[in-house]
């Protein structure tokens, strides 16, 4: 045995986080090649708006995939007219993974943790062994390089790089790859469906997709006003775990006290939040260990912040605030829905931002389309339903079995809400889910984890909007029901005529049953305006 | 604009692997608390028993879990009987993520990303504040202490360290942690449903498990042969990238030349091969670019590698060595299928090994359980189909809908082998994937992501089962329609002898019947026996 285990710890090493995601790139979303270049166009896109956003620019954005080898290599350029990057931070967003400036803020952004851009880079990298060209326009400089990955370091490796004047302060990001083991496709999970998806959620975006047969589709902004920049917010207490909390106290060097702490740490709680805590934790109250305010934050021991995270429970507080939320807004919904799918019946629904695990706040946005372009045709035509999921306003087109908005929007009840086989209905749901920290189940974004709290408010809002859509139906049910006894009747009526005119024999049939018609659309009339006949 | 961007680059961060992990621990499998739980005792199973092969040691592992408050904390102990870890390596192995022994290895383990046990660790700190208690025996010693992970530097924490002298040399590993967000309950994805599908395919293995509940079940190895260590193997040439080759060959300091390099780096690559494919490399085959093979390693281009790419796919190679893959069996899966599910029929295919990309060794074990106890039932007791899902012997008891083994059974044409509706057969399909390194769509190792040559030899594998169980199913559909036929027959047969013995005027109807069937049953029998009536 000594031989052998002598051996196992011989290959003792560390390895770097970018060693890891090369190894298991299926976790960034490079898992097969339709995904792969979709997974690309995913992260430049989203990336280019929230850099236009942080830096209150309405996005324009160009997209260009152009074929190198077909079903196998492609060139991806990418052109935003956000603030660029300046120097010193360049290689670190394109070439380091987990660096950047969004993953420990509790601000709503499409991407959120820092990876994205360098996971491509890093697929260039190792499908056709190109680093990326990068034009920045930041400022008064103009930056052209090209940036790949040491994949043994996750450390940026930057060469051939130029830097210019840029008197214009024209500002923007130019970004393009040359990626291997890709395929180009329209189909559902493509480019194409991605962007107009983009477009559709997004609507003071400009922006242009040119394919590789040289087509260029360009969605045009309908909204001419850039979104308020997302706030960056503190959490709030409802929701907190133990760990969070300590590890909070533990990292503030800053605040006097832990009354101090909890004030400006966290979203809501005032100095009179603080005295009612206070008068829970001063150990009279059974099943809390006191708590000293006056010590200082890094003190916190495990058992206080168990302590205080149960006070949290029992105190009322008000709701988070909901202006770090960005939701796409009913109206928004609405139109566009209207515009793509042309349906019967669109149910939008708007509700006040939750708060799930952790303290962090989440807006759920549902709606409804029926009858119409709404669902989806499969090859041979036929009609089914279609689950339109977004996170951020950022579609979300693989994974989908494995979704919790998919597993919420299926689990609903629907034959309470007149469908008889949910599969089977012209029917599309939309979901979006706005939050400061979407949780994903992967690196790769694509699907939602089980979250109870949220899975629970997507299933309620679907339902919200379920509601209007059965009281529609059953609306559309009435009619028809009503035209069935209306038809029925006029048949019947056709043939007394006929019976009357034999029986009296005379006058004419014609005449009486125009009568006796007249006279029955009368009263049905007034039936169905909900008078009494 | 300028005092926006600012502030953007201010808050420019780069982050711990560890610190990526606690805000994103559902890709490790910590998502919902009775997942976190099975979670758990997967890891340390899995590392037990990878460390026992390891060792050349018969596993013999105990898991006790205890309940701390309901629904909510529990402590999860084991203990095991393999080698231990030595003092140097403790940390590492349970404070640290990405390091290990296993991550660059290509050999058939379990565990494969260095993450799982410290994720248990950093898991336990999150939840309940506390890190994990070690005993290590190791050779001559004895350690005892705690592990933590320092979240920030993602390095181990590691106190109240007591080393004792261990002059029996007993050997083992003890690990217990205290858990939140845990929920222990009995259900198909729970640590006993986990543990019971571990002693299936592992017959080498003794393993029990005490319950909250003070019930201890305990499954004995039903064989006594340790396995052959996994093998670790040079990869094979076929199948992979070329910045897989262009990245060994820049680490290779040792080889003198290229053509020494590709002899010592991969398996079935002889000094034959090697002329083969200088003749194909000598600038005289249309597209592919000449190659020096006497150059050192380090020196090769991306175009070198990918003439060196092309040509291995015109070469005719011997296939991947099978001794890196060491599959659960035929015979003993056919033992544990009878066992467990007691059906009517069984079907286990044995397939030779295959490769997918990156020159990666796989093997595909299936089998199908049809009736008896097969399938699953639901809590209305109406059956439906089952799909047990291995990899590399360890069981696969989440994200069911997302992984490729789900995939590929689900995609078998199930009509063509006479089955109306799949999911509502009494059917079980038994699917193990061995591989020295499992494509897993996350760190959390629950689902086998879409690698399109792992799913077509998953498919293959199944319709091969199934083929057999539709000759299987045709036999006894064959039968029943012989024996309606016959029943017919023989009613035919009564009403032939009264009618008969009326025409004739005598006789008794019951000895006519009696010699007729008596004829009939003969002619029946030779003709179902296959001989000429």
Not at 104 to 124: K, L, P, V
Not at 222 to 233: G, L, M
Not at 456 to 462: C, R, S
Not at 526 to 532: Q, T, V
């Amino acid at each position: 045995m000594a031989d052998k285990t002598d051996k196992i710890f011989t290959n003792f090493k560390e390895h770097s986080v970018a060693e890891f995601f090369k190894k298991n790139k299926q976790m960034l979303g490079f898992a097969g090649k339709v995904r792969s270049l979709t997974t690309i166009v995913h992260e430049y896109v989203t990336n280019s708006i929230d850099a236009c956003e942080e830096g209150g620019i309405l996005p324009e954005i160009t997209v260009r995939i152009a074929e190198i080898s077909k079903n196998e290599r492609y060139t991806v350029a990418i052109q935003d007219n956000g603030p660029g990057i300046p120097k010193k931070h360049l290689g670190k967003a394109l070439g380091q993974m987990l660096a950047g400036t969004k993953f420990h803020r509790y601000a709503q952004q499409r991407g959120q943790q820092g990876i994205g851009a360098a996971g491509c880079t890093m697929f260039a990298q190792i499908t056709t062994g190109k680093p990326v060209k990068v034009v920045s326009e930041y400022r008064d400089k103009r930056l052209m390089c090209k940036v790949g990955v040491d994949i043994k370091t996750n450390s940026p490796d930057i060469t051939d790089e130029i830097e210019e004047e840029n008197p214009q302060k024209a500002h923007g990001l130019f970004i393009e790859g040359e990626f291997g083991e890709c395929k180009y496709e329209r189909s559902a999970q493509s480019p194409s469906e991605y962007i107009k998806r983009i477009a559709l959620a997004n609507p003071h975006v400009t922006i242009s997709l040119t394919e590789p047969s040289g087509e260029t589709t360009t969605y045009t902004r309908s909204s001419e006003i850039v979104p308020a920049k997302p706030k960056e917010v503190l959490p709030h207490p409802l929701g907190l775990g133990v760990s969070d909390i300590v590890e909070m106290a533990h990292r503030d060097a800053k605040s006097r006290s832990i009354s101090k702490f909890l004030q400006s740490g966290f979203q809501r709680v005032s100095s009179a939040r603080v005295d009612e805590l206070k008068g829970l934790l001063d150990g009279r109250t059974e099943g809390l260990a006191p708590i000293d305010f006056e010590k200082k934050p890094p003190e916190m021991t495990w058992g206080e912040g168990e302590a205080l995270i149960k006070a949290f429970a029992m105190v009322k507080w008000i709701a988070p605030a909901a202006d770090c939320i960005r939701p796409i807004g009913a109206e928004q919904i609405q139109a566009s829905l209207a515009n793509i799918l042309a349906p019967e019946f669109i149910a939008v629904t708007e509700r006040p931002p939750k708060i799930y695990k952790g303290g962090i706040p989440f807006l759920v946005e549902a709606a409804i389309a029926w009858g119409g372009q709404a669902g989806r045709r499969s090859s041979t035509n036929e009609i089914g339903s279609d689950i339109i999921r977004y996170a951020n306003a950022a579609p979300l087109l693989f994974d989908t079995s494995g979704c919790s908005i998919t597993q919420a929007v299926k689990d609903v009840d629907w034959k309470r809400y007149k469908m008889k086989n949910f599969e089977e209905e012209a029917i599309s749901v939309f979901v979006n889910v706005a939050s400061v920290h979407v949780p994903y189940t992967s690196a790769g974004k694509q699907a939602l984890s089980q979250e109870e709290e949220v899975y629970q408010e997507i299933k309620n809002a679907v339902m919200e909007a379920a509601r209007r859509l059965q009281l529609h139906l059953s609306g559309i049910n009435k009619e028809r029901d009503q035209e069935l006894r209306r038809s029925a009747i006029l048949r019947y009526v056709q043939q007394l005529s006929k019976d009357v005119v034999d029986l009296a024999g005379k006058g004419k049939a014609d005449e009486v049953n125009a009568k006796l018609q007249n006279l029955i659309e009368t009263k049905y009339k007034s039936h169905i305006m909900g008078e009494d006949a």
